[in-house]
Nanobody
Framework: QVQLVESGGGLVQPGGSLRLSCVAS????????IGWFRQAPGKEREGVSC????????LYADSVKGRFTISRDNAKNTVYLQMNSLEPEDTAVYYC????????????????WGQGTQVTVSS
C-alpha cells in the first residue's frame, strides 16, 4: 500500500520559515517525480514546486521562487520543502504528490497524494 505523509506545517508569523516533509512508504521516491501543491480556501489546487526523478532538476512557481527550496533525501525516502520569508498569501493546505514519469503542472497527472498539512502565515 502506497502512502505519502506530509508533516511540518503550522502557524508562523510573516517572514518566518517552515520545512515540510513528505515521507513515502510502499514506493521509492527516487523513481518518482515529486511535486508540492497547495490549496487555499475557495481556490484551486496549484503547483508550488517539483523535483524530477531523473536528474533532480527542480521547478518552482513564480510566486515562491527565491523563497522555497525543494530537495530529496533518498536514504530517508523523503522529500522536503523549505519555505522561507513566508507571506500571508502562502497560507494553504500543502500536499505532496508522486508522478511516475516527470513533473507536470496539472495535479491530475499525479499518481499518489498525501493527506496534506496546514500552513498558516499570520501575525
Amino acid at each position: 500500500q502506497v502512502q505519502l505523509v506530509e508533516s511540518g506545517g503550522g502557524l508562523v508569523q510573516p517572514g518566518g520559515s517552515l520545512r515540510l516533509s513528505c515521507v513515502a512508504s510502499g514506493i521509492s521516491l527516487d523513481v518518482y517525480a515529486i511535486g508540492w501543491f497547495r490549496q487555499a480556501p475557495g481556490k484551486e489546487r496549484e503547483g508550488v514546486s517539483c523535483i524530477s526523478r531523473s536528474d533532480g532538476s527542480t521547478l518552482y512557481a513564480d510566486s515562491v521562487k527565491g523563497r522555497f527550496t525543494i530537495s530529496r533525501d533518498n536514504a530517508k525516502n523523503t522529500v522536503y520543502l523549505q519555505m522561507n520569508s513566508l507571506e500571508p498569501e502562502d497560507t494553504a493546505v500543502y500536499y505532496c504528490a508522486a508522478q511516475g514519469d516527470m513533473c507536470y503542472v496539472n495535479p491530475q497527472r499525479y499518481d499518489y497524494w498525501g493527506q496534506g498539512t496546514q500552513v498558516t502565515v499570520s501575525s
